[in-house]
């Protein structure tokens, strides 16, 4: 246990006492007791940067399943920092804004706080391990708590259509992403990722090396919502808006990013690889931008901006792992950009998008509505709003001089050059590349501008809005103000970033190149290709947003719902029919059904099993001899036992399988057992007591009509035990395949138990936990009729007790 | 349930000492023959049923004014405490010991703690018993 | 006599099994009885029959039975006790909520 693996622990040890604290502290809202959790973990890790810049990574490990390999290696790398950061520091600001958005006398808050620090847990734990059944299962406990955070409303509907969405999408891929670590770790026997890249020759000849990596990408484009999993993202929305900036923006959905980059090393200088990851991000970059032009809420914007921004850096990650292809070089400098202008633009997005998600709340917060055809003119009701607003969505837009303009251009710059390659057969599509690109930039810059303006100018309309709005709360603004006073800073200068904490991350990525690269970002490139794409996009972006209303047909053209969302619901709901008829089918609420299921598995396992092992091969084994008695009491046994399905009369019945008991005693006698001729004497007096206690007020045993097929099932399955059984009995006497363990217990009875009584001795010494158990289970049946009898509804109608008079003396209704 | 047979209920008056004095029996020699807890239990909770069907439930409860639930978690209780008593002495959870001792009257005796392991056994066989038998009992 | 015994062990199996399926509670539980005391014969017989004295120390005998079995025995008979009056009150308790110890009849809805 290292102070990393408590970094990690603690906020699932925050979320076990926040319960405690909301229920006996509830003057002050519980937030501020999570608070100081990030912002110490934020301090921790900012500490750490000077540390993880030299190339110093911190590893501690505590074996957890040795015999598995897995072990809970945290790893503190570059990369892992990065993310960590992220992690933490909206994880802080995210918690102050709930504060003041969460009111903590209508919401649970406690519930809302306990999963939100499971969250950030999981999350930390998903991007500092190093082990990658460890990741997987950190992986699935950010989608379990992201589940319960979007149905935190559970009383709406889409709530929790949406949780339920998000949750089938990303367990599904985080399964494949499992099946894809067990080929990893079939192709290198480790499930370290480090030790994975150490073995990287054998990984990449090995035949199951693409099928990993198809299982893997499955995990991670589902989790990062890329096309065509994104359709869980948009119904996430329905989570509270603090949840949707720090999960739904800048954390979770970046763990399918993280993945990728962590995993680049082993997978990264592939051409699957390369076009799967490019082409998947592109494609979603695109259709993301697309679709966020039309919608109306304005949280659907921002989270199909999200899905097309995570699209952006992931065909970044994409195109970049060309420069792997090439080696050490001059070629890969070129490429080693991309992952840069990723890196970049990761954090960027994370400060931009979380500033907007903030600023969607407030104005939701203020005027009860985020329609944006109800919305207008509240610059001058909300001017700090506007102006985070306005910086927010410049620097989405890719407006100088915020961040988001530089990571724009460095991603033209890496489109431009991915135009050019010629290796992967790029040559027939890469022109391409550059195209969509700024096609979707185009895009990115209307919705971006549609979000400021549609909200905040135009004309304003009090009557459609629920509350009157006015400005938010300080501790509401102040969270989105310090995202965009970032968005400025890192605009204005990058290279605060760029030594600390973009050049360690790329060494965890590009750790064969690591000697390579200089990251230097430059404000200013001079007049070129890139500068003029902006322009462009400025230009007829404006063209596009002023002319919104006449174009915007197009959507009623083109499919305005690719039928995705369809597909799944459709899915679905098959799905649960047909595995409803499935069990309906089996499960028949007949116990004599499951029984046969049972028995005839029975017979044709243990049959099958006899006769496979030749267990009838005679092997004269020394027998008892048999004397008359014996013969004699069998035949009284078998011939009660074979009465008691033909008696007609309960009593008969009960009186038959007594006499078999008795027999049963008998042959104990006989069979030197007097123990057990005593308890199993008394037992059986005392349970045929039992019986006629029980059914002496009963009616009689009606006669079964039974048809002939049901008969003859139940005849042919009770035979076939009955052989089977016989067949055991008999393969045992044969075949003795080991000595008993009885001679101890003869032995060592008197010596170190003193008593003479071996059975007894075994039953309260040697195995006296067993009989200790064995009375509790006596104890629990006796109250359990105990209360079968006692303990019954007194509020039902008479007539159904037969006409008897209760008897209920300590009952409770 | 009272059936007011007279030989029966003569006869059990004699009978049931002769029973429980013999389960006593069992219960001790359970350790060197044949009997113990279970055996012991079953068999007064025998003689108690004996004597319910001779008279009836009524006069149980009133010659034996126990519950018979509270036995059960006696019993229990006692089997447990044995086991853990074995954690004062720092050795395993039920380990038993047993000595030689000699007793005036008795001579020379062995006490083992198997037999108070042994007893909670015998209490709880006979509550639950009773307590099976008496619900039913009373309910019908 | 092994034999002898491993037959009626099956017929105990047999005909409990063929009681088991039968639509009767009492029957049912008529059946899971006689089930257990096949099991108890079948764990006798597979620790071989009549090879010694009772395991009592003090008869100085030169061989005994196996124990084991017994106490296994031991515990399964008192075990069996408590599993077999919990079972029959349940049916008698169902029999006189429901009226019927018919199992098809006692089928629960659709929907459980």
């Given at each position: 246990?290292?102070?990393?693996?408590?970094?990690?622990?603690?906020?699932?040890?925050?979320?076990?006492i926040v319960?405690?604290?909301h229920?006996?502290?509830?003057?002050?809202h519980?937030?501020w007791?999570?608070?100081p959790?990030?912002?110490?973990?934020?301090?921790?890790?900012?500490?750490r940067?000077?540390?993880v810049?030299?190339?110093?990574?911190i590893e501690e490990?505590?074996?957890w399943?040795?015999?598995?390999n897995?072990?809970?290696?945290?790893?503190?790398d570059g990369l892992s920092?990065?993310?960590s950061?992220?992690i933490?520091?909206?994880g802080?600001l995210?918690v102050?804004?709930?504060?003041?958005?969460?009111s903590?006398?209508?919401?649970?808050?406690?519930r809302?706080?306990v999963?939100?620090?499971?969250?950030?847990?999981?999350?930390l734990?998903?991007?500092?391990?190093?082990?990658?059944?460890?990741?997987y299962g950190f992986?699935?406990?950010?989608?379990?708590s992201?589940?319960?955070l979007?149905a935190?409303?559970?009383?709406?509907?889409r709530?929790?259509?949406g949780?339920l969405?998000s949750?089938?999408i990303?367990?599904?891929?985080?399964?494949?992403?499992?099946a894809?670590?067990?080929?990893?770790?079939?192709?290198?026997?480790s499930?370290s990722?480090?030790?994975?890249?150490a073995?990287?020759?054998?990984?990449?000849?090995?035949?199951?090396f693409i099928?990993a990596m198809?299982?893997?990408?499955l995990?991670?484009f589902?989790?990062?919502?890329?096309?065509?999993?994104?359709?869980?993202?948009?119904?996430a929305?329905?989570?509270?808006?603090p949840v949707?900036?720090?999960?739904?923006s800048?954390?979770?959905v970046?763990?399918?990013?993280?993945?990728?980059?962590?995993?680049?090393?082993?997978?990264?200088?592939?051409?699957?690889?390369f076009?799967l990851?490019?082409?998947f991000g592109?494609v979603t970059l695109?259709?993301?931008?697309?679709s966020?032009?039309?919608?109306?809420?304005?949280k659907a914007i921002?989270?199909f901006?999200t899905?097309?921004?995570?699209?952006?850096?992931?065909?970044?990650?994409?195109?970049?792992?060309a420069?792997?292809?090439?080696?050490?070089?001059?070629?890969?400098?070129?490429?080693?950009?991309?992952?840069?202008?990723?890196?970049?633009?990761?954090?960027?997005?994370?400060?931009?998008?979380?500033?907007?998600?903030?600023?969607?709340?407030?104005?939701?917060?203020?005027?009860?509505?985020r329609d944006i055809r109800?919305?207008?003119?509240l610059?001058?009701?909300?001017?700090?709003?506007?102006?985070l607003a306005?910086?927010g969505?410049?620097?989405?837009?890719?407006l100088?001089?915020f961040n988001?303009?530089?990571?724009k251009e460095?991603?033209?710059?890496a489109?431009?050059?991915a135009s050019?390659?010629?290796i992967?057969n790029?040559?027939?599509?890469?022109?391409?590349?550059p195209?969509?690109a700024?096609?979707?930039?185009?895009l990115?810059f209307?919705?971006?501008?549609?979000?400021?303006?549609?909200?905040?100018?135009?004309k304003?309309?009090?009557?459609?809005?629920e509350?009157?709005?006015?400005?938010?709360?300080?501790?509401?603004?102040?969270?989105p103000?310090v995202?965009?006073s970032l968005?400025?800073?890192?605009?204005?200068f990058p290279?605060?970033?760029?030594?600390?904490?973009?050049?360690?991350?790329?060494?965890?990525i590009?750790p064969?190149?690591?000697?390579?690269?200089?990251?230097?970002?430059?404000?200013?490139?001079?007049?070129?290709?890139?500068l003029?794409?902006?322009?462009?996009?400025?230009?007829?972006?404006?063209?596009?947003?002023?002319?919104?209303?006449?174009?915007?047909k197009?959507?009623?053209v083109l499919?305005?719902?690719?039928?995705f969302?369809?597909?799944?619901d459709?899915?679905?709901?098959?799905?649960?029919?047909?595995?409803?008829?499935?069990?309906?089918?089996y499960?028949?609420?007949?116990?004599?059904?499951y029984?046969?299921?049972?028995?005839a598995f029975?017979i044709?396992?243990?049959g099958?099993?006899?006769?496979k092992?030749?267990?009838?091969n005679?092997?004269n084994?020394?027998?008892?001899e048999?004397?008359i008695y014996?013969?004699?009491l069998?035949a009284?046994?078998?011939?009660?036992t074979?009465?008691?399905?033909?008696?007609?009369?309960?009593l008969?019945?009960?009186?038959?399988?007594?006499?078999v008991?008795?027999?049963?005693?008998?042959?104990f006698?006989?069979l030197s057992a007097?123990?057990?001729?005593?308890t199993?004497?008394?037992?059986?007096?005392?349970?045929?007591?039992?019986?006629?206690l029980?059914?002496y007020?009963?009616?009689?045993?009606?006669?079964?009509i039974?048809?002939?097929?049901?008969?003859?099932?139940?005849?042919i399955?009770?035979v076939?035990?009955?052989v089977?059984v016989?067949?055991?009995a008999?393969a045992?006497?044969?075949?003795?395949l080991?000595?008993?363990i009885?001679?101890y217990?003869?032995e060592?009875?008197?010596?170190s138990?003193?008593?003479?009584n071996?059975v007894?001795?075994?039953?309260?010494?040697?195995?006296?936990?067993?009989?200790?158990?064995?009375?509790?289970v006596?104890?629990i049946?006796?109250?359990?009729i105990?209360s079968?009898?006692?303990l019954?509804?007194?509020?039902?109608?008479l007539?159904?007790?037969?006409?008897?008079?209760k008897?209920d003396?300590?009952?409770?209704? | 349930?009272?059936?007011g047979?007279?030989?029966?209920?003569?006869?059990?008056?004699?009978?049931?000492f002769?029973?429980?004095?013999?389960s006593?029996?069992?219960?001790f020699?359970?350790?060197?023959?044949?009997?113990?807890?279970?055996?012991?239990?079953?068999?007064?909770?025998s003689a108690?049923?004996?004597?319910?069907?001779a008279?009836?439930?009524?006069?149980?409860?009133?010659?034996?004014?126990?519950n018979?639930?509270?036995?059960t978690?006696?019993?229990?209780?006692?089997?447990?405490?044995?086991?853990?008593?074995?954690?004062?002495?720092?050795?395993?959870?039920?380990?038993?010991?047993?000595?030689?001792?000699?007793?005036p009257?008795?001579?020379?005796?062995?006490?083992?703690?198997a037999?108070?392991?042994?007893?909670?056994?015998?209490l709880?066989?006979?509550?639950?018993?009773?307590?099976?038998i008496l619900?039913?009992?009373?309910?019908? | 006599?092994e034999?002898?015994m491993?037959?009626?062990?099956?017929v105990?199996?047999?005909v409990?099994?063929y009681?088991?399926?039968?639509?009767s509670?009492?029957?049912?539980?008529l059946?899971?009885?006689?089930?257990t005391?096949?099991?108890?014969?079948?764990?006798?017989?597979?620790?071989?029959?009549?090879?010694?004295a009772?395991?009592?120390?003090?008869?100085?005998a030169?061989?005994?039975?196996d124990?084991?079995p017994?106490?296994l025995?031991l515990t399964s008979?008192v075990?069996?006790f408590?599993?077999?009056?919990?079972?029959?009150?349940?049916?008698?308790?169902?029999?006189?909520?429901l009226?019927?110890?018919n199992m098809?009849?006692?089928?629960?809805?659709d929907?459980?």
């Amino acid at each position: 246990m290292s102070l990393l693996h408590a970094v990690i622990l603690l906020p699932f040890a925050f979320a076990v006492i926040v319960p405690l604290l909301h229920k006996y502290i509830n003057k002050l809202h519980t937030g501020w007791f999570v608070l100081p959790v990030p912002v110490l973990l934020l301090t921790y890790f900012l500490q750490r940067i000077s540390q993880v810049q030299d190339g110093r990574v911190i590893e501690e490990s505590i074996p957890w399943i040795p015999s598995l390999n897995i072990h809970f290696t945290a790893y503190l790398d570059g990369l892992s920092l990065l993310f960590s950061l992220l992690i933490t520091g909206i994880g802080s600001l995210v918690v102050l804004y709930s504060i003041y958005y969460m009111s903590k006398d209508k919401e649970a808050i406690h519930r809302f706080y306990v999963y939100l620090l499971i969250f950030m847990g999981a999350m930390l734990g998903v991007v500092l391990s190093d082990n990658l059944i460890v990741l997987y299962g950190f992986w699935e406990l950010t989608s379990l708590s992201s589940f319960l955070l979007i149905a935190f409303w559970y009383q709406r509907e889409r709530s929790r259509y949406g949780a339920l969405k998000s949750m089938l999408i990303t367990v599904f891929g985080g399964f494949a992403m499992l099946a894809g670590f067990i080929l990893l770790y079939i192709m290198s026997g480790s499930f370290s990722v480090r030790e994975i890249i150490a073995e990287l020759g054998t990984v990449t000849e090995h035949s199951l090396f693409i099928p990993a990596m198809l299982l893997v990408l499955l995990g991670a484009f589902t989790k990062s919502a890329q096309f065509p999993f994104h359709i869980w993202l948009p119904d996430a929305m329905e989570a509270p808006t603090p949840v949707s900036a720090y999960l739904h923006s800048a954390t979770m959905v970046k763990a399918g990013i993280y993945l990728v980059a962590r995993l680049s090393p082993i997978f990264a200088g592939d051409a699957t690889w390369f076009w799967l990851v490019s082409g998947f991000g592109l494609v979603t970059l695109m259709w993301g931008s697309y679709s966020a032009v039309k919608q109306t809420d304005l949280k659907a914007i921002l989270a199909f901006s999200t899905i097309s921004q995570l699209g952006l850096i992931m065909s970044l990650l994409g195109l970049g792992s060309a420069a792997v292809y090439f080696g050490y070089g001059e070629q890969s400098a070129i490429y080693t950009g991309a992952i840069t202008a990723a890196i970049f633009h990761l954090i960027n997005h994370a400060t931009f998008k979380g500033a907007l998600f903030m600023v969607a709340g407030i104005v939701d917060h203020e005027t009860g509505t985020r329609d944006i055809r109800k919305l207008g003119g509240l610059m001058s009701l909300m001017p700090i709003t506007f102006t985070l607003a306005l910086i927010g969505t410049f620097s989405m837009a890719g407006l100088p001089p915020f961040n988001g303009f530089l990571s724009k251009e460095m991603f033209f710059t890496a489109v431009l050059k991915a135009s050019q390659l010629d290796i992967f057969n790029v040559q027939s599509v890469g022109v391409l590349i550059p195209v969509v690109a700024w096609l979707a930039s185009i895009l990115t810059f209307v919705y971006s501008m549609i979000i400021v303006f549609k909200t905040f100018t135009g004309k304003y309309q009090p009557e459609k809005l629920e509350k009157k709005p006015h400005e938010a709360p300080l501790g509401m603004l102040l969270p989105p103000a310090v995202l965009a006073s970032l968005v400025i800073v890192f605009g204005l200068f990058p290279n605060l970033l760029a030594y600390s904490i973009i050049e360690p991350a790329m060494v965890s990525i590009l750790p064969s190149l690591a000697d390579e690269f200089i990251v230097k970002i430059s404000f200013w490139h001079g007049w070129s290709t890139e500068l003029f794409m902006t322009i462009g996009v400025v230009g007829i972006g404006v063209l596009l947003y002023l002319t919104l209303q006449r174009w915007q047909k197009v959507y009623n053209v083109l499919p305005g719902k690719l039928s995705f969302n369809r597909l799944y619901d459709r899915a679905l709901s098959t799905l649960e029919n047909s595995s409803l008829r499935m069990t309906n089918s089996y499960m028949t609420g007949s116990i004599r059904h499951y029984m046969i299921y049972i028995f005839a598995f029975f017979i044709a396992v243990l049959g099958y099993l006899l006769f496979k092992l030749d267990v009838f091969n005679w092997r004269n084994a020394e027998l008892a001899e048999l004397s008359i008695y014996e013969v004699v009491l069998t035949a009284v046994l078998v011939a009660a036992t074979l009465a008691v399905p033909f008696a007609q009369k309960r009593l008969t019945a009960i009186i038959l399988v007594g006499a078999v008991g008795y027999m049963i005693v008998l042959f104990f006698v006989i069979l030197s057992a007097p123990d057990l001729a005593l308890t199993q004497m008394i037992v059986e007096t005392v349970s045929v007591t039992l019986f006629l206690l029980c059914f002496y007020h009963l009616p009689k045993l009606r006669k079964e009509i039974t048809s002939i097929p049901f008969k003859l099932t139940n005849a042919i399955i009770s035979v076939g035990v009955g052989v089977i059984v016989t067949a055991i009995a008999l393969a045992v006497t044969n075949n003795r395949l080991f000595d008993s363990i009885s001679k101890y217990y003869l032995e060592e009875s008197y010596n170190s138990a003193g008593g003479n009584n071996v059975v007894n001795v075994i039953l309260v010494d040697f195995r006296g936990f067993d009989t200790l158990l064995e009375i509790m289970v006596l104890g629990i049946a006796s109250l359990g009729i105990y209360s079968m009898i006692k303990l019954r509804h007194t509020d039902e109608p008479l007539d159904k007790r037969h006409g008897r008079t209760k008897t209920d003396k300590g009952g409770k209704a | 349930m009272n059936n007011g047979d007279v030989i029966l209920q003569t006869s059990t008056k004699i009978i049931l000492f002769i029973i429980i004095t013999f389960s006593a029996y069992l219960f001790f020699a359970g350790h060197h023959n044949p009997g113990g807890g279970f055996i012991g239990g079953l068999m007064s909770a025998s003689a108690l049923v004996l004597l319910a069907l001779a008279f009836d439930l009524k006069t149980v409860r009133k010659v034996i004014p126990v519950n018979y639930r509270v036995l059960t978690a006696l019993g229990l209780l006692l089997a447990v405490l044995t086991g853990v008593g074995s954690f004062v002495f720092d050795v395993p959870f039920l380990s038993h010991t047993f000595g030689y001792f000699d007793l005036p009257l008795l001579g020379k005796t062995e006490l083992a703690t198997a037999v108070l392991f042994d007893l909670g056994v015998y209490l709880a066989v006979v509550g639950v018993t009773m307590t099976i038998i008496l619900s039913i009992g009373e309910d019908t | 006599m092994e034999i002898m015994m491993s037959i009626a062990t099956g017929v105990l199996f047999m005909v409990g099994t063929y009681l088991i399926l039968s639509r009767s509670l009492l029957r049912i539980i008529l059946g899971t009885s006689l089930i257990t005391h096949g099991v108890h014969l079948l764990l006798l017989t597979m620790s071989r029959l009549k090879t010694g004295a009772a395991p009592l120390l003090g008869q100085e005998a030169a061989a005994y039975t196996d124990p084991l079995p017994q106490a296994l025995i031991l515990t399964s008979i008192v075990i069996n006790f408590g599993v077999t009056s919990f079972f029959f009150v349940l049916a008698y308790r169902a029999y006189q909520e429901l009226g019927t110890d018919n199992m098809e009849e006692l089928r629960g809805g659709d929907d459980e």
